[in-house]
């Protein structure tokens, strides 16, 4: 069974930095490549909507980024070790919130596809 | 920006049905996905694509997009149905989530 498992997240002062990683299990067991398919980080706000944060194609040639991110967070992903990570800098109060990491459901990358697989998510908590 | 609307809750009698919508500019030309989540749980998604059900999902989730709509549908709604629902689409380099909709079965 293919399994998403996030970590890294804990209590960081603004201004401070974070580096959360995803572990990706039972993808060859199913099928699947770990390469073949784009990862993304999705958050939630305490007791808030999902706000998507980033994408990062299979090989990792193409990042995206939402715009409340961009400059101070860098994803990238090791697909010997079926991981991806995201390197969180000047974190700021309203980073705090579960930041899940999301497979996509198609092989290949597009925007717009869709989230077929989640982790449970890793809470990160940006406070003095 | 590109925004997505959805309605803040919707109710609905046990067996009856529930329709959620998702509403953006010319929606109906982009594919739109539904994701259902419970207290505690992480999303899981529903309906890809407008109107396609991954397996696993019951036939009672059925989806359509046109216009300025996207709409999930439930027939027959079950108590374990009750959840949030969010919408998602995307937009010039950027994915796209709905405001959410709290779905209470009665």
């Known amino acids: 069974e293919m399994q998403l498992v996030e970590s890294g997240g804990g209590v960081v002062q603004p201004g401070g930095s974070l580096r959360l990683s995803c572990a990706a299990s039972g993808f060859a067991g199913s099928g699947f490549t770990f390469d073949n398919y784009a990862m993304y980080w999705v958050r939630q706000a305490p007791g808030e909507g999902l706000e998507w944060v980033s994408l990062i194609s299979g090989n990792g040639d193409t990042t995206y980024y939402a715009d409340s991110v961009k400059g101070r967070f860098t994803v990238s992903r090791d697909n010997y070790k079926n991981s991806h990570y995201l390197q969180m800098n000047s974190l700021r109060t309203e980073d705090t919130g579960l930041y899940y990491c999301?497979?996509?459901?198609?092989?290949?990358?597009?925007?717009?596809?869709?989230?077929?697989?989640w982790g449970q998510g890793t809470m990160v908590t940006v406070s003095s | 920006s590109y925004d997505l609307t959805q309605p803040l809750s919707v109710s609905v009698a046990l067996g009856q049905t529930a329709r959620i919508t998702c509403g953006g500019d010319?929606?109906?030309?982009?594919?739109v996905h539904w994701y259902q989540q419970k207290p505690g749980q992480a999303p899981v998604l529903v309906i890809y694509r407008n109107s396609n059900r991954p397996s696993g999902i019951p036939g009672r989730f059925s989806g359509s997009n046109s216009g300025n709509t996207a709409t999930l549908t439930i027939s027959g709604a079950q108590a374990g149905d009750e959840a949030d629902y969010y919408c998602?689409?995307?937009?010039?380099?950027?994915?796209?989530f709905g405001t959410g909709t709290k779905v209470s079965v009665l």
């Open positions: 999301v497979k996509s459901y198609s092989r290949g990358w597009f925007l717009g596809d869709a989230f077929d697989l």
């Open positions: 998602h689409t995307w937009d010039s380099t950027t994915e796209v």
């Open positions: 010319n929606i109906g030309n982009r594919a």
